[in-house]
């Protein structure tokens, strides 16, 4: 398992932010004391803007320069453009990865699913998984998929992705719920997997294999997953239900595509989600 992370992308906070520090140290130190898994470690590179423009306006690039928040979940942190310019660069170099045969997880942060071609929201500055994929279509792949099992729609990644030929969207989340989109399928290949707040884990389980049933009908030659950790049942933001072992199930569920695969971190905020992330790293490593 190679996994693509940068401690300094602990350097921004703000008192009693969800999405804070701890999410990624706290795994850093799982992951290293752990022996179950032979990781290598490796740190991102670098991100062109020509790259990061396929998916974003030149005003949002732009806009993460000025010292004002975006929204109430989305502050501006001192060098935000910088952690945000990380994290996509760790996405692409997942993508690399990938394509080179390796089982790989880029843990970093901010996250990016929500962030949309013109805006920074719901704690994402630059849509990460949005780039990679964009980025894959241009070098070469013929259809990519976008899985994205994040407790809250990806209408970032959604918006993006409308209707491109090539690659198709598959998210599963809570609805209605933040952000409010992802009711109904979008477009021509944007396909929306609402599950009612309070349905129970047999049903969000469901939903899940059903989705991947139609990922798999999409025949990708490559899996590009939005990985949040927040549909589980102690997570402190939403109503989730699933247990560690459906992270388990979710990684080895994707493995059994048997197609090139990579995976971002995306949302995650219990003080489980180091165990979470290992468990989802086992599947997909089939251990
Ligand atoms: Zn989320």
Not at 273 to 279: D, K, M, Q
Request: aromatic share 10%; net charge negative.
């Amino acid at each position: 398992m190679k996994i693509i992370t940068d401690e300094r992308c602990a350097g921004y906070s703000r008192p009693g932010h969800p999405e804070r520090p701890e999410r990624i140290l706290a795994t850093l130190e799982l992951l290293r004391r752990q022996t179950e898994l032979p990781i290598e470690w490796a740190e991102p590179g670098r991100v062109s803007d020509a790259q990061i423009l396929r998916a974003h306006a030149p005003e949002l690039l732009a806009r993460l320069q000025i010292p004002r928040d975006f929204d109430a979940d989305t502050p501006f942190y001192e060098n935000i453009a910088g952690f945000a310019r990380a994290s996509v660069a760790a996405a692409l170099d997942a993508l690399a990865a990938a394509r080179a045969g390796d089982n790989v997880f880029s843990l970093m942060r901010p996250p990016g699913h929500h962030a949309t071609r013109d805006q920074a929201m719901g704690f994402c500055y630059l849509n990460n998984i949005a780039i990679a994929t964009l980025e894959a279509a241009a070098t070469g792949a013929e259809r990519v998929a976008v899985f994205d099992f994040d407790v809250h729609h990806g209408n970032g990644t959604e918006a993006i992705l409308l209707n491109r030929p090539g690659v198709a969207f598959f998210s599963i989340h809570l609805h209605p719920f933040y952000p409010g989109t992802g009711g109904a399928n979008a477009g021509k290949n944007c396909f929306n997997y609402p599950v009612a707040p309070y349905d129970p884990r047999e049903t969000y389980r469901a939903t899940l294999a059903q989705s991947l049933g139609d990922l798999k009908k999409f025949r990708p030659d490559l899996v590009a997953v939005s990985a949040g950790f927040d549909a589980y049942v102690c997570d402190p933001l939403v109503q989730g239900v699933l247990e560690v072992e459906d992270s388990f199930w979710l990684g080895q569920s994707l493995r059994a595509f048997g197609v090139p695969m990579f995976s971002l971190l995306e949302g995650g905020y219990s003080r489980d989600l180091p165990e979470l992330i290992f468990a989802y790293l086992k599947g997909v490593e089939g251990k």
